[in-house]
């Protein structure tokens, strides 16, 4: 089969497309034929070296595919095969055209929902669901989304005013502003003193980090919430415990066990088979170009969610 190989740190260049052994699924597993692959933007760090953790190489990348079963094997349901899933990989292995996976880690596609949506979904329509779920967003909640316009902010933006809040998106530059969708308010965090125009909020979702973050943490009202879950400035928020204690600031950096992240994926799934979530799908990139798909997505001129066609 083709795959991506990731033999060194480095620039996007270093991804190449070669062959990989056809995976075979062991007992319990199944085998997915991968029609799509999900691509975040800490892959692009990792791949760089410069991310949260610096893998064996060589390997792989990707860690979210969706495609339809073709094989299953010893112990798993025989009845699976045909089905269409999503599913993560274990950290590695998704930029391939198949995957071996444990079954009961396959998510089972809604009839009424287009596979790209659902592997759209898999990572970042989890993570949106179970940070506003550990944020407790609440009618009148008055919330800041950074990153408005990327994969996790869209998504951001639908769920909390699903929940009744008033949602101010924050996005860097004219053309990602541009790109904000469902928001009430939308401002340009690159812009001089754009917190100030902000006002006070209630709660603050930061994918970004950084100056940006520290910035928006300013924002919160006494007693507000910032969920801490992204770096894409390069390093975390500079807020301390001590800091948030002092003015009653409640900071979330985790959002649930293995359990409740399933239970998040299947809720983003159901929500958006049933047209209340809508994934943005902005770009998508050929396997073999995969190189390209992460060059874009350094370059900050990504909306939405990127994904690659295998």
């Given at each position: 089969?083709?795959a ?10 270093v991804?190449?497309p ?7 699924p062991?007992?319990?597993q199944v085998?997915v ?11 692009t ?7 949260p ?17 073709s ?8 009845g699976?095969?045909?089905?269409r899933?999503?599913?993560s990989t ?5 930029y ?15 009839d ?9 979904l ?13 944020t407790?967003?609440r ?14 902010g869209?998504?951001l933006v ?5 929940a ?8 860097g530059g ?12 939308v401002?340009d965090y690159?812009a001089p ?17 950084g100056a940006i973050g ?10 507000g919430?910032?969920a801490?879950?992204g770096?894409?400035g ?6 301390s415990?001590a800091?948030?204690?002092?003015r ?11 359990a ?5 994926t ?43 066609v295998?």
């Open positions: 089969m083709r991506v190989w990731l033999r060194e740190f480095g620039g996007p260049e991804l190449e070669g062959d990989a052994p056809d995976p075979v062991g007992p319990g085998l034929e991968v029609a799509f692959a999900n691509t975040t933007f800490v892959e760090q990792v791949r760089a070296g410069t991310g953790f610096r893998p064996p190489l060589p390997i792989v990348p990707g860690n979210g595919v969706g495609g339809v079963i094989a299953v094997g010893p112990g798993a349901d025989p699976l095969a045909g089905q899933v999503v599913t274990g950290g590695s292995g998704g391939a055209q198949r995957v071996a996976v444990d079954a009961s880690a396959a998510f089972a596609v809604p009424a929902l287009a596979l790209d949506a659902a592997v759209a898999l990572a970042d329509g989890r993570t949106a669901t179970g940070l506003v779920h550990a407790r967003v009618p009148g909640d008055r919330v800041l989304v950074e990153a408005a316009a990327g994969g996790v869209g998504l639908q769920l909390a005013k699903a009744g809040a008033t949602v101010v998106g924050a996005a004219p053309a990602k502003v541009a790109h904000v969708l469902g928001a009430d308010e401002v690159l003193d754009w917190a100030s125009s902000v006002g006070a909020v209630d709660v603050v979702f930061d994918g970004v980090g520290t910035a928006a943490f300013g924002s919160l009202r006494p007693g919430r910032m801490v879950y770096l894409a390069g390093s975390w928020a500079e807020v415990e800091d948030a204690a002092s009653g600031v409640s900071l979330v950096r985790s959002i649930g066990s293995p409740e992240m399933r239970a998040f299947e809720s983003a799934l159901s929500e958006a088979a049933a047209g209340r979530l809508v994934p943005v799908i902005g770009q998508r990139f050929p396997l073999e170009k995969a190189a390209d798909a992460h060059a874009a997505m350094e370059s900050r001129t990504t909306i939405g969610k990127t994904l690659l295998a």
